[in-house]
């Protein structure tokens, strides 16, 4: 089991940044590939981004790409969602997610509400 806190949301305005946490703990967290997404109201659950074991390699949605980096830090256990230049589109709860090698998003936070004010 994996169990996965997130952290850092808010109310900023467009054009603003904010730097979302994710806390795990359980198992190894090097194990795990992690990944944001994000869910607007009434909208469906949608990728947002992922970044290897290592952290080595990241791949994001075009709606973001170029505007937020993830990155991870494996000795503190923790995996960061860094967004600049938000618009109010951006605006949903932002969720991390792990998955073993192979496997598919077996484990998820309870997320972090992010409100970009136009």
């Known amino acids: 089991q994996v169990q996965l806190v997130e952290s850092g949301g808010g109310l900023v305005q467009a054009g603003g940044s904010l730097r979302l946490s994710c806390a795990a703990s359980?198992?190894?967290?090097?194990?795990?590939?992690m990944a944001w997404f994000r869910q607007a109201p009434g909208k469906e659950r949608d990728f947002v981004g992922r970044i290897s074991r290592s952290g080595g390699v990241t791949y994001y949605a075009d709606s973001v790409k170029g505007r937020f980096t993830i990155s991870r830090d494996n000795a503190k256990n923790e995996v960061y969602l860094q967004m600049n230049s938000l618009k109010p589109e951006d605006t949903a709860v932002y969720i991390c997610?792990?998955?073993?090698?192979?496997?598919?998003?077996?484990?998820w936070g309870q997320g972090t509400q992010v409100t970009v004010s136009s």
């Open positions: 359980g198992r190894t967290f090097s194990a795990y590939t």
């Open positions: 997610a792990a998955a073993a090698e192979g496997a598919v998003y077996a484990y």
